[in-house]
């Protein structure tokens, strides 16, 4: 079992929809980093979160630290947000290294 | 400084060949990642270093697999013998020397082996 898990796999949406990815870990974290990957391979960072809730633009990024749980929210959903969206974390036992889920494949249709 | 840059984006190589890639980091960034990135999956860690010091090497990282850093700035991670399993996406990416800080990644080095 991994460490890191996300869900769904793959999500399509329709332009304008809500959209929610979800991340679940089993160990002991410092930080969960939600990134985001466009094809091609480059990785940007979207949020770093340690506890509550961060919000930037049209995305928002929550984590419950008692539940080891943490939800990546996409407001308005715009065919632009199509990407991979990938939960990693840094464990409490790896130093500054990350540790990744697999990814969320997100395809908005206008 | 622009961010991370890796080179090259693309190679493809005959199994058996060497190969060599390199990253620039963010200047002002101690630390030093490679990753390693499969079709379908999330990437994998393969090395650290802080400064030029390799402080980590994943059990990944076999002995055809080796990453240098000389004078702290940039970094080559080299594969020898190359197999067609290593064939994947090549990720570097550096940050601060402090815990819970922002990691900013290279555009990658998509490597296929034929």
């Known amino acids: 079992k991994n460490e890191v898990e996300q869900s769904p796999q793959n999500l399509t949406a329709q332009e304008g929809e809500f959209i929610t990815i979800n991340c679940s870990y089993s160990v002991g974290i410092s930080a969960l980093h939600w990134l985001q990957q466009h094809p091609g391979g480059g990785i940007v960072s979207l949020f770093m979160l340690s506890s509550g809730k961060k919000k930037h633009g049209r995305l928002i990024a929550t984590i419950n630290i008692q539940e080891k749980h943490s939800s990546l929210h996409i407001t308005a959903s715009h065919p632009r947000d199509s990407a991979v969206y990938i939960c990693?974390?840094?464990?409490?036992?790896?130093?500054?290294?990350?540790?990744f889920g697999e990814g969320t494949q997100l395809t908005v249709n206008p | 400084d622009t961010g991370v840059s890796q080179d090259p984006r693309h190679k493809i190589t005959k199994r058996g060949q060497n190969v060599t890639f390199r990253c620039d980091p963010i200047?002002?960034?101690?630390?030093l990642y490679w990753y390693r990135q499969t079709l379908g999956q999330g990437p994998e860690f393969l090395t650290y270093?802080?400064?030029?010091?390799?402080?980590?090497k994943s059990r990944l990282l076999s002995d055809r697999f080796s990453a240098e850093r000389p004078k702290g700035s940039f970094s080559t991670l080299e594969i020898q013998r190359t197999e067609q399993g290593d064939s994947a996406m090549y990720l570097c990416?550096?940050?601060?020397?402090?815990?819970?800080?922002?990691?900013?990644f290279g555009q990658g080095t998509r490597l296929t082996v034929v």
């Open positions: 200047s002002e960034h101690n630390r």
């Open positions: 270093f802080q400064n030029e010091a390799q402080l980590e």
């Open positions: 990416a550096s940050s601060f020397d402090r815990r819970n800080t922002e990691a900013f």
């Open positions: 990693a974390v840094i464990k409490l036992t790896s130093g500054s290294r990350l540790t």
